[in-house]
């Protein structure tokens, strides 16, 4: 079963290694642009859509598409066919296994062939809008809550990682879908195994695989607090909303705080 500690591994892994936030889970779970959330132990936590709050999030898809493709010092393939190891598979519907050794400091694989990305148009227009809504049920905008601006979305994806050092994966099935494999395009048709337990291991399917963020903030001259008291305005600012980018990439995995995961009890202010 993956645990919360793992997914936050997976999250730091993407964070540090390809400098964009974690869709968790990969492929399966949705994501568009304009879901808000906040971040728990670096992996972020859907809750909603900014449409609750009257605002219709405008997309755009990116201009093309792009390969991807990591992985972890170390990595070693070997091909077999028949018990007998081959340099390359050949174009034959046989049968074969796939080796993926990973020995280096982290154990991830990483490949598609095709990475297409959505984004989210008009992102200061949407901030200056967000921060003077409510839902339907009367909630404020919360600003510590960060807001999908980026989502991309892989096709037919090879993911295996392990949070040990020396995992071995193993993939097997016909040799033309384990040749494709190492072009980026999996199969749900392979067989996959791990030495390791805690593993993750996705191969084919379409989905989100990362997503950029951002939150709102108040902008003006506006003296605002982020504390349990309410900002305190001299005369009548008027709070102007704009986009921060979550494209700082500490070391340090982020957390949000709690209560932003809680109901709001803000509906009657």
């Known amino acids: 079963m993956i645990t919360m500690d793992f997914a936050s591994y997976y999250a730091q892994l993407i964070r540090s290694r390809l400098l964009h936030f974690a ?9 568009e642009v304009g879901d808000y959330g906040a971040l728990r132990g670096g992996v972020f936590h859907k809750l909603g859509n900014i449409r609750e709050f009257g605002v219709e999030p405008r997309a755009r898809p990116g201009a093309s598409s792009v390969s991807l493709s990591f992985t972890s010092a170390g990595a070693t393939m070997v091909r077999t066919m028949g018990g ?53 049920g009367g909630r404020k905008w919360r600003l510590g809550w960060r807001v999908v601006r980026k989502v991309y979305v892989a096709v037919d994806p090879v993911i295996l990682v392990s ?22 395009r999996g199969s749900a048709e392979l067989s996959v195994s791990c030495s390791k337990a805690d593993s993750l291991q996705i191969v084919g399917g379409t989905g989100p695989v990362a997503l950029d963020l951002f939150r709102v903030r108040i902008g003006g ?25 979550d494209d700082e990439w500490e070391d340090e995995i982020p957390e949000d705080e709690a209560e932003l995961f809680e109901p709001a009890a803000d509906a009657s202010s």
């Open 84 to 136: 007998v190891r081959v340099d390359a598979f050949p174009a034959q519907a046989v049968e074969g296994t796939l080796e993926l050794a990973l020995e280096g400091e982290s154990s991830v694989f990483i490949r598609t062939g095709k990475l297409s990305m959505t984004e989210l148009l008009g992102v200061d227009a949407v901030a200056g809008q967000l921060v003077r809504r409510r839902d339907a």
């Open 23 to 31: 869709a968790w889970s990969p492929v399966t779970d949705p994501y």
């Open 221 to 245: 001259h506006a003296q605002v607090s982020f504390g349990a008291v309410e900002p305190q305005f001299g005369g009548d600012a008027p709070e102007l909303g704009e986009p921060e980018l």
């Open 163 to 184: 949070t040990e050092r020396g995992a071995r994966f193993s993939l097997r099935g016909r040799v033309d879908a384990l040749a494709a494999v190492e072009a980026g």
